[in-house]
């Protein structure tokens, strides 16, 4: 079935960096859009990053601009987030979502997420 | 950026009532050339991922109850669960998908309980 399995969460130091990674099945992941979206502790969603079905552009939240980088492996079904210096701020709960077919833009398809916590 | 406002913040609706949350965003969400809203709602369970309820401001997505409904245009929206089940507990939201990346945004959220 459609699948988005989200891993490489975990407990990091400010200032440090970790890769998530997020696993596709059961859709063609090679022809659609997918986004990061974060989850503060008893806090709403935070949209951070998305990439295009291709790669060929990228964009940010401005929360994390410079510091994270979106990329895809088509050939592997992985979408990544790569997140340098990172801050307190960044804990959060990570989630992939699958970008419906254009013109429509909602996210349809919602990885279980991956919690990464910044801290001492 | 465009910001989405939810209200309430949370309600209590006995089972079996109507449940309304509305959403106002600071701009119009109404693209002009298809006459289309581009706003969406979830529903967010205790512990899991949020789940796409509501496209185009009034498309459900497949499977969801029909129960659950959509309404609204340009820059004002509703949710409503028209007899709320002990399962429909859980944190709604609305999004807004007017403005591609990366001015995608969120509601704050509305939770909803059981009186």
């Known amino acids: 079935q459609v699948q988005l399995v989200e891993s490489g969460g975990g407990v990091v130091q400010p200032g440090g960096s970790l890769r998530l990674s997020c696993a596709a099945s059961?859709?063609?992941?090679?022809?659609?859009?997918m986004h990061w979206v974060r989850q503060a502790p008893g806090k709403g969603l935070e949209w951070v990053a998305f990439?295009?079905?291709?790669?060929?552009?990228?964009y940010y939240a401005d929360s994390v601009k410079g510091r994270f980088t979106i990329s895809r492996d088509n050939s592997k079904n992985t979408l990544y987030l790569q997140m340098n210096s990172l801050r307190a701020e960044d804990t959060a709960v990570y989630y992939c979502a699958k970008k419906q077919w254009p013109p429509a833009g909602a996210f349809d398809i919602w990885g279980q997420g991956t919690m990464v916590t910044v801290s001492s | 950026d465009i910001v989405m406002t939810q209200s309430p913040d949370s309600l209590a609706v006995s089972l079996g009532e109507r449940a309304t949350i509305n959403c106002k965003s600071s701009q119009s969400v109404l693209y002009s050339s298809n006459n289309k809203n581009y706003l969406a709602w979830y529903q967010q369970k205790p512990g899991q991922p949020p789940k796409l309820l509501i496209y185009w401001a009034s498309t459900r997505e497949s499977g969801v109850p029909d129960r659950f409904s959509g309404s609204g245009s340009g820059t004002d929206f509703t949710l409503t669960i028209s007899s709320l089940q002990a399962e429909d507990v859980a944190v709604y939201y609305c999004q807004q998908y007017y403005s591609t990346p990366p001015g995608i945004t969120f509601g704050g959220g509305t939770k909803v309980e059981i009186k």
């Open positions: 059961g859709f063609t992941f090679s022809s659609y859009g």
């Open positions: 990439i295009r079905y291709d790669g060929s552009n990228k």
